[in-house]
């Protein structure tokens, strides 16, 4: 194919919190705690498609759209249209995976070539064959290169598979210019890829490959890139379980530190039980990490040396608010053995818990889990499509209650805990471990 104009290629993120259930978005995203969440996912900069975008031959125009689902498709078609793409790349979870399959539909009937990758793609590639133009399983950053390749001798189509997963030494610099000028509320850096426990009902633990770790010089450039583009930035860690490795965490932290950032992160409650890296953690400017409860009723299988009695749990993530991190607590409803009775204890506890955020979901068996594979089998998965798959609604039959009863308690727990005077009183514990954090300073 001879190329007669420069080659546009969109990259569009489809970012935000999906929620199907409408009682749950009436009741639920009208309170502070996941209207807070929500609004800051949505605001995320999209770090996979920014460090793909650096993997796109120079003699391609790259432009980058966001999709939060809040649009009809066809406003997003013509937003995408405006830009007179070649071809559109989709990075989506599964909730969006469904929204992303009807935009590409009505992008390939206008003969625009359209590219899937991101976790549910790599996950269940079977389910976007013949819906997009190719599909990419694995680490994008080795397959877009080739794919674009294939496209200007018009051979793109398929599924890409990467034949090895990349060492993150070889995952480029984000392009942050593609972002363009205005500083987003949070700038994410990614230390490492993968987490080396493989609890199953986690979707990201090793869907790309094992467990890697950045090399410190390069995470320590990727902050000093962000410094330079902003003062005092807020940084989101985008891994899933930061301090799982045991590679020594001082130059992440000392850099994160000398730039001044205000950073969150997820880890596993381990870290509670080391004082000396918390002190280092807090120092940094760390404010707040997600440490997954998980289920009060059921031990997943994967979950390694995280599984432990709960109230160990709860002493290690005081240890960490202690240390002047805001501890927010994340809590799977609906696993094997819940009952009504089993979410209200978890009401009550959460009526008094000691934690500055709360963040509860329903269990979701995503495609690509163990989990979603034993409840496949076991036929314990509910019809319907995967823009249900949100981690607020009911996609599977629990074994002891049924899916109305779920439904209604998860409904009842969410509307019990984000009432406003548990939302103040937890603002008051933030409060108090930030000051406590600043006279440790
Ligand atoms: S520890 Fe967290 S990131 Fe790691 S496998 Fe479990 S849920 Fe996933």
Redesign the pocket.
């Known amino acids: 194919m001879i190329l007669s104009k420069t080659p546009r290629l969109t990259l569009v993120s489809m970012s935000g919190l999906r929620v199907v259930d409408q009682r749950l978005l009436d009741l639920g995203l009208t309170m502070p705690g996941l209207k807070r969440r929500a609004a800051a996912l949505g605001e995320l900069p999209p770090l996979g498609l920014l460090t793909i975008a650096a993997t796109v031959p120079g003699t391609w125009d790259v432009r980058l759209i966001s999709d939060v689902g809040t649009e009809a498709v066809e406003e997003t078609v013509d937003r995408i249209l405006a830009d007179r793409p070649d071809v559109v790349a989709f990075s989506c979870l599964t909730p969006a995976i469904d929204r992303a399959v009807a935009i590409s539909q009505s992008l390939r009937e206008r003969k625009v070539r359209t590219i899937v990758g991101g976790l549910h793609a790599t996950a269940a590639p079977r389910t976007c064959e013949g819906r997009f133009d190719a599909v990419a399983v694995g680490d994008g950053e080795s397959l877009l290169p080739r794919m674009l390749s294939d496209w200007s001798t018009g051979e793109l189509g398929g599924v890409y598979r990467v034949e090895h997963p990349i060492a993150m030494s070889a995952s480029p610099l984000p392009d942050w210019d593609l972002w363009g000028g205005a500083a987003p509320p949070r700038y994410t850096v990614q230390t490492m890829r993968?987490?080396?426990?493989?609890?199953s009902?986690?979707?990201?633990?090793?869907m790309l490959g094992p467990a890697r770790v950045k090399p410190d010089p390069q995470i320590e450039r990727e902050i000093a890139v962000i410094a330079g583009r902003q003062a005092r930035p807020w940084i989101e860690l985008a891994d899933?379980?930061t301090f799982?490795s045991d590679r020594d965490h001082e130059p992440m932290l000392e850099a994160l530190r000398r730039a001044g950032a205000r950073w969150f992160t997820?880890s596993?409650w381990r870290i509670g039980l080391r004082p000396n890296l918390l002190r280092q953690i807090a120092g940094s400017g760390c404010r707040q990490i997600l440490i997954?409860f998980?289920s009060t009723v059921f031990r997943?299988p994967?979950?390694?040396a995280?599984t432990a009695d709960f109230d160990r749990v709860v002493e290690a993530a005081m240890a960490i608010q202690q240390a002047g991190i805001v501890v927010n607590a994340c809590f799977i409803v609906g696993a094997d053995g819940e009952t009504r009775a089993s979410m209200d204890r978890l009401g009550e506890f959460l009526e008094t818990a000691p934690f500055g955020e709360i963040q509860l979901t329903v269990q979701t068996p995503f495609p690509g889990t163990a989990l979603h594979e034993s409840l496949r089998r076991a036929g314990r998965l509910l019809p319907g499509d995967f823009s249900r798959y949100t981690l607020f609604d009911v996609v599977h039959q629990p074994d002891r209650i049924s899916v109305p009863e779920l439904r209604a308690g998860f409904q009842e727990l969410v509307g019990r805990v984000y009432r406003p005077e548990l939302q103040s009183r937890r603002g008051q514990i933030i409060k108090s471990v930030r000051s406590h954090a600043r006279k440790n300073t």
């Open positions: 993968g987490c080396p426990w493989a609890c009902f986690c979707a990201a633990s090793r899933d379980n799982a997820e596993d997954g998980e997943y994967g979950m390694g995280k």
